[in-house]
């Protein structure tokens, strides 16, 4: 299951950054046309210069800043059906950086467990970052000043191709790129830093994991306690007391491919409660068997 999460990870990054396949040939522009109105489920950050989509994340902030009514029914519907349909598959699956954060992580290197007080950090960004920066200042906090998928993305680029851009960076172009280096250096060591410590999408998308229609069943009365889901985890959790219901849990379905005894599944969840367990038998059953 690795293996095809890792080919549908790569196809979905193509797909979000595929303008070049609809004229989009320059690397020192922005891609304009008519998808650029509808939001990619993924971080990906609206200024790549191949883009097709725009990023759910910066149209929430723009809303948020500039919106007539300081909110967008598009984005939060965006945002609730797919978190309805998926949860945090979509940070698994889709998310291009994501992507990026995985592969970085099969270096060859000394690996650590992420401390658990860091955890909760995705809420200040969120909170901080993505409402009140852009509400109370009327700018994109977190694009402008922590995004590391943007400044991978746009700065980058433009950085680099566009002398218009060039001219005009100043000191928070590097306080990005640095910020950008400390995540990507960091994912070499830690799973998924960036995801675990600074996404909002990736928590908006976790509220939902206990209720998404795509998501993992857990037969309770099959478990042997054996603690290889729990191993096999990437982000720390204990799946078989219950993480795979956490926000945290990114449905990489490792627990499901190395559960000797096929306790968890994953599928359409429809009518079917999240986990299932054999109710004992009646006492006056259990003697008279």
Same mark, same amino acid.
């Not at 467990?113 to 909170?127: D, I, Q, T, V």
């Given at each position: 299951m690795g293996r095809l999460r890792k080919i549908v990870q790569g196809l979905a990054a193509a797909a979000a950054n595929s303008a070049f396949l609809l004229g989009q040939t320059r690397i020192d522009r922005i891609y304009q046309g008519p998808l650029k109105q509808f939001c990619?489920?993924?971080?990906?950050?609206?200024?790549?210069?191949?883009?097709?989509?725009?990023? &759910?994340?910066? @149209?929430?902030?723009?809303?948020?800043?500039?919106?007539?009514?300081?909110? @967008?029914?598009? =984005?939060?519907?965006? !945002? !609730?059906?797919?978190?309805?349909?998926?949860?945090?598959?979509?940070?698994?699956?889709?998310?291009?950086?994501?992507? =990026?954060?995985? !592969?970085?992580?099969?270096?060859? @290197?000394?690996?650590?467990?992420?401390?658990? &007080?860091?955890?909760?950090?995705?809420? !200040?960004?969120?909170?901080?970052? =993505?409402?009140? =920066? &852009?509400?109370?200042?009327? @700018?994109?906090?977190f694009c402008r000043f922590i995004c590391p998928a943007g400044s991978l993305q746009g700065g980058v680029p433009f950085g680099i191709f566009s002398s218009q851009i060039r001219s005009l960076v100043g000191t928070l172009f590097f306080v990005k790129i640095a910020i950008l280096v400390f995540f990507l250096a960091g994912s070499v060591f830690l799973f998924r830093l960036f995801c675990r410590t600074a996404c909002p999408l990736g928590l908006i998308y976790g509220f939902f994991n206990r209720i998404a229609l795509l998501g993992l069943t857990f037969d309770r009365s099959s478990c042997n306690e054996c603690g290889l889901c729990e191993k096999a985890c990437p982000v720390d959790l204990v799946p078989q007391r219950g993480g795979y219901l956490s926000g945290a849990c990114i449905r990489c379905l490792n627990c499901r491919d190395v559960c000797p005894q096929g306790s968890f599944r994953f599928g359409l969840r429809i009518g079917k409660p999240a986990t299932v367990q054999v109710e004992p038998p009646e006492r006056g059953k259990e003697d008279s068997a």
């Open positions: 990619t489920p993924g971080l990906n950050c609206y200024a790549c210069p191949y883009a097709v989509n725009a990023c &759910p994340l910066g @149209s929430l902030q723009y809303f948020i800043g500039y919106g007539k009514y300081h909110f @967008s029914l598009y =984005v939060a519907g965006f !945002l !609730l059906l797919f978190g309805a349909l998926a949860g945090r598959l979509i940070c698994g699956w889709i998310c291009p950086f994501g992507l =990026v954060q995985d !592969l970085l992580y099969k270096i060859k @290197s000394p690996k650590f467990r992420l401390p658990g &007080p860091l955890r909760h950090l995705p809420w !200040l960004a969120l909170l901080g970052f =993505v409402i009140l =920066v &852009p509400l109370l200042a009327g @700018s994109p906090g």
